[in-house]
């Protein structure tokens, strides 16, 4: 089946330390996103990549890094530099240029907590 | 960016229709009317797009104001799977072709009622 994985589920981490979120397709998707959501809120964008070897800054990208070496990848570090990395993270992909488009697709994310 | 209104919140009853309402009067004509909905503990889900047209798919109808500046999320049928929150989204598609960057606002958490 095609579709997106996140991994973990659940994280924990000390405060202070780098973690990196997995994020993976398989549905030959150009473009992929990551968003944040805090209780009760909507999704915020962190960042986006509408190709391989490139990407963009989202709405708040500060204490954030994401890499896109390859199609089916991109990973998002939070760094020790956000400063209330506690959250969902969700990751998303959508077929972008290489095809029709039918909405965004998401995986079913990772809760982060900072102790 | 065009900014959407939605109630906080609706209640309806199991098996009868669900109308969803959505105000965007300051939409553009390049953007798009998306609506994403999220079950608890679960990412967002895609429900249904439109531009100007009334349209149609399995999950669900969207109804589009003639001035556009309005739109009303249809199910048919609710049944407790539907319960959820629903986003309205705009996406304007001249300044993000080639991809589908969202923004999300608090939505409508829809409560079903067995």
């Known amino acids: 089946d095609g579709g997106i994985t996140q991994s973990p589920k659940y994280l924990f981490r000390k405060e202070g330390q780098n973690v990196t979120l997995s994020c993976e397709q398989n549905?030959?998707?150009?473009?992929m996103y990551w968003y944040r959501q805090d209780p009760g809120q909507g999704l915020r964008l962190i960042y986006y990549?509408?190709?391989?070897?490139?990407?963009q800054k989202g709405d708040i990208a500060e204490g954030y890094s994401v890499s896109r070496e390859k199609k089916e990848s991109f990973p998002l570090t939070v760094t020790s530099a956000q400063k209330n990395p506690t959250a969902f993270y969700l990751c998303?992909?959508?077929?972008?240029?290489?095809?029709?488009?039918?909405?965004?697709?998401f995986g079913p994310g990772t809760r982060l907590t900072v102790l | 960016d065009a900014k959407t209104t939605q109630p906080n919140s609706m209640e309806s009853n199991e098996e009868e229709p669900v109308h969803l309402p959505c105000n965007h009067s300051?939409?553009?004509?390049?953007?798009?009317i998306h609506w994403y909905r999220q079950l608890p503990s679960q990412g967002p889900e895609y429900v249904i797009h439109?531009?100007?047209s009334n349209v149609n798919n399995r999950m669900a109808s969207l109804a589009i104001a003639e001035d556009r500046k309005s739109s009303t999320l249809i199910l048919h049928r609710a049944t407790l799977r539907d319960a959820a929150v629903y986003y309205c989204?705009?996406?304007?598609?001249?300044?993000?072709?080639?991809?589908?960057?969202?923004?999300f606002g608090t939505g409508t958490r829809l409560t079903i009622i067995p």
């Open positions: 439109g531009l100007t």
């Open positions: 549905l030959n998707h150009d473009a």
């Open positions: 300051t939409i553009s004509g390049t953007d798009y």
């Open positions: 998303a992909s959508s077929p972008g240029t290489s095809g029709r488009t039918d909405g965004q697709f």
């Open positions: 989204i705009l996406r304007d598609t001249l300044r993000d072709f080639g991809n589908e960057k969202l923004t």
């Open positions: 990549s509408q190709i391989v070897n490139d990407f």
